[in-house]
């Protein structure tokens, strides 16, 4: 185990990318902490073709500085098959963290190298929205390319308050994002990763719904060709969700 303190960690992410595990050094800890209530983000991604890396986060629960069995009592835990991304979007109140990255030796060969990006941003429930949603784009859900109508469920809670969706839009199409079917209130936001640094830089968010409530949120008649990521953000509490792509043609491309 390599351990890596990053000391307070605050909105504008920490990147560490090509970071390697073997199977001598199976696991990076990289320990953080958090001065006020925040949204700890982490994003795992560009895990090497033909591997698997997995992600949990651990808080320092006996408050001993030190990343030991009491801690590992509770935890979160992302660990998508293969290669797919793995993301944490965990809202807590301050104190010292350990994100661990695993190699999943099933699943590895020899080395596996990964991409890890962290944030912890405003929580939510806190106005402005803009500052709780999270600035990490992993690929948790892969729409992939969008010529017919989409619609996925989901949920999202303190536990897991962001989901983020890939999508790519062709020549000649359109598309209208729909979320609904809210218990509490939720958010959404469009963005296209020009500098596809999976990071969500000025100028980058390209349209957001914000409603208040549980009132669905749309962004209609979006008609630019590209590679876009649609997230999905907690406002204030646990609820279920209808995410509906409604794709159409148009007459220009
Ligand atoms: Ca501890
Ligand atoms: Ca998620
Ligand atoms: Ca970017
Ligand atoms: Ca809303």
Redesign the pocket.
């Known amino acids: 185990m390599t351990l890596y303190n990053l000391g307070t960690l605050g909105s504008t992410p920490v990147v560490k990318n090509n970071f390697d595990l073997n199977a001598s050094e199976p696991t990076d800890v990289f320990q953080f902490k958090i001065t006020s209530g925040k949204n700890i983000n982490l994003s795992l991604t560009d895990i090497s073709a033909g591997d698997d890396a997995d992600i949990q986060l651990f808080k ?9 069995d ?2 590992r009592k509770v935890g979160l835990v992302s660990n998508q098959a293969s290669n797919h991304d793995d993301a944490i979007n965990f809202k807590t109140s301050s104190g010292t963290f350990f994100a661990e990255v695993s190699r999943f030796a099933p699943g590895s060969s020899g080395n596996v190298s990964y991409d890890l990006a962290l944030s912890a941003t405003e929580p939510s429930g806190t106005v402005p929205l803009s500052a709780s949603f999270s600035n990490l784009l992993p690929r948790e859900f892969i729409v992939g390319n969008l010529s017919h109508d989409v619609t996925r469920t989901g949920s999202i809670d303190n536990r897991n308050t962001t989901d983020v969706y890939s999508f790519t839009l062709g020549t000649f199409e359109g598309v209208n994002i729909k979320l609904n079917g809210l218990s509490s209130d939720a958010d959404i936001r469009l963005i296209r990763d020009f500098n596809n640094n999976r990071i969500v830089d000025a100028g980058e968010e390209i349209a957001h719904s914000t409603n208040g409530g549980i009132n669905s949120e749309l962004i209609s008649n979006f008609t630019t060709a590209g590679n876009y990521f649609l997230q999905v953000t907690e406002f204030n509490g646990a609820t279920n969700y209808n995410l509906t792509f409604d794709q159409f043609t148009t007459p220009f491309a």
């Open positions: 320092d629960a006996n408050l001993n500085g030190v990343l030991d009491f801690d």
